[in-house]
């Protein structure tokens, strides 16, 4: 992970232990949000999305477990079951038609053992979408909950990175071989349809 160590380094370099969790929050959250399965392995992730600047909520979050552990807290990651077609978001008229034919997915943000209590911190969306309807993280004080980036259906699982993985290697052997397909054009019209938003937004 030596790209992970270099980043982490130029990240919270002069700073407090406080303001560099707050940092590397920002830093993570401003990452595009691209889904790329080849970026879900927990040891592959986080080095491919910091060298490919674009990640979706799984790699960057796994950044922030790694980050945060060197920080000297404590992280639980945590999975949440959700439908694609149940996001209040202004969806084309193809990325909506697809997410309808979808089975759940499944959303990962981080709980951190933060002055005491378990704080849920979720850097999934970056700004550049907060026009579209997005809900962005902006400003966060580094010590109150974030808002969960997705609506759930299902109860949360957490656990450390290998009750994560366990639960997602779970979940996704479950998918039928035609959930896989739709899931895989899914994935392609919605990676289009954001970089259309962030071209219109500039």
């Known amino acids: ?16 232990a406080e303001e560099s969790r707050v940092r590397i929050f920002e830093k ?12 879900f392995d927990f040891e592959k992730g986080p080095t491919g999305t910091l060298e490919d600047n674009r ?3 799984t790699p960057k979050h796994y950044i922030m477990g790694v980050m945060y552990g ?16 149940d996001q209040k978001l202004d969806y084309s008229k ?19 053992f933060i002055e005491g209590k378990w704080i849920l911190v979720d850097a999934t969306w970056d700004p ?14 580094g010590k109150s909950d974030t808002t969960l980036a997705v609506t759930p259906t299902e109860d949360h699982s957490c656990g450390d990175i290998h009750k994560r993985e366990s639960t997602f290697s779970e979940k996704l052997s479950a998918y039928s071989l ?9 994935t392609i019209a919605l990676n289009r349809w954001l970089e259309d938003m962030r071209e219109k937004r500039e």
């Not at 959250?29 to 080849?38: E, G, L, N, S, V």
């Not at 550049?128 to 962005?136: D, E, K, Q, R």
């Open 28 to 39: 993570i959250r401003d990452i595009p949000y691209y889904i790329d399965p080849a970026h």
């Open 178 to 186: 035609g959930e896989k397909l739709e899931l895989s054009r899914f």
């Open 128 to 141: 550049s979408l907060a026009f579209a309807g997005f809900p962005v993280n902006i400003d966060w004080d």
């Open 1 to 16: 992970m030596g790209i992970v160590e270099d980043t982490f380094t130029e990240w919270t370099k002069g700073l407090s």
């Open 94 to 112: 193809e990325v909506m038609a697809m997410a309808k034919k979808l089975p759940v997915a499944y959303h990962l943000a981080c709980r951190v």
């Open 55 to 57: 990640g979706s909520c």
């Open 70 to 85: 060197k920080l000297g807290l404590t992280v639980e990651y945590c999975t949440y079951g959700f439908h694609w077609k």
